[in-house]
């Protein structure tokens, strides 16, 4: 099955610092990747995504990159800022047929100081 | 707020036994999630279903099913308790299927005692 590292575990960043996180997978067949933000005692959201046909996207001060070559993608938030601080999943996922079968990293969690 | 209701919050409960967590999708909404979030395993996809019909299936043990409604609500159930099935229990729902949209509910946390 799929197996989805994620690194660092904690980041902790200076407010308007960069803050890059990256995730590898194992299977060449995951398609979709999205990533998700959970602050403290809340649900998780989705917060920008990217399917395996694109390399780059991106939102306002969020961007995420994808190599399927190196079968690796990051999260790369820009300006950061204290509400930013949250830990942050990425996944790996096949997406194909009306199903979704997700498999999560371990997540990081980003400590933006102001 | 999603849209996306689970009840209950809270869960607690003792080794051996069963429960029931219940999910209502977002109007509209034909695709149900499940996920587990425990300090062990992480967050983890149990099981989806779509228009009543189970779609995908991911790390959802034996001792755990699922079922979706004609109304399109989802009950996950969970027998034979153990200590390590203590976890946030989470549902999603989307559109359709093939991609989770990302509108989790809030979470039932189960507790095992």
């Known amino acids: 099955g799929e197996n989805v590292e994620q690194h660092p575990s904690t980041l902790s960043v200076q407010e308007g610092d960069s803050a890059v996180i990256k995730c590898t997978y194992s299977?060449?067949?995951?398609?979709?990747f999205p990533w998700y933000k959970q602050e403290l005692g809340k649900r998780p959201q989705l917060i920008i995504d990217?399917?395996?046909?694109?390399g780059e996207k991106k939102d306002q001060r969020i961007a995420v990159t994808l190599n399927k070559t190196a079968k690796h993608f990051s999260l790369h938030i820009t300006e950061t800022q204290p509400e930013d601080s949250a830990v942050y999943f990425c996944?790996?996922?096949?997406?194909?047929?009306?199903?979704?079968?997700?498999?999560f990293g371990r997540g990081t969690s980003l400590i933006v100081h102001p | 707020d999603s849209g996306v209701t689970q009840t209950p919050k809270h869960l607690i409960t003792a080794t051996g036994q069963r429960v029931t967590l219940r999910c209502s999708p977002r109007?509209?909404?034909?695709?149900v999630y499940w996920y587990q979030q425990s300090l062990d395993q992480g967050l983890q996809f149990l099981i989806q279903?779509?228009?009543?019909?189970?779609?995908a299936k991911g790390n959802i043990l034996e001792r755990f099913s699922a079922q979706q409604f004609p109304d399109l609500h989802s009950e996950l159930n969970l027998s034979s308790l153990e200590l390590g099935d203590s976890a946030l229990y989470f549902c999603?729902?989307?559109?359709?299927?093939?991609?989770?949209?990302?509108?989790f509910g809030p979470g039932t946390r189960l507790t095992v005692l």
């Open positions: 999603a729902s989307s559109r359709s299927g093939g991609a989770n949209e990302g509108y």
């Open positions: 299977d060449s067949a995951s398609n979709y």
């Open positions: 990217i399917r395996s046909n694109v």
């Open positions: 996944a790996a996922s096949l997406a194909s047929g009306g199903s979704y079968i997700p498999t």
């Open positions: 109007s509209g909404d034909l695709s």
């Open positions: 279903y779509y228009n009543g019909e189970e779609r």
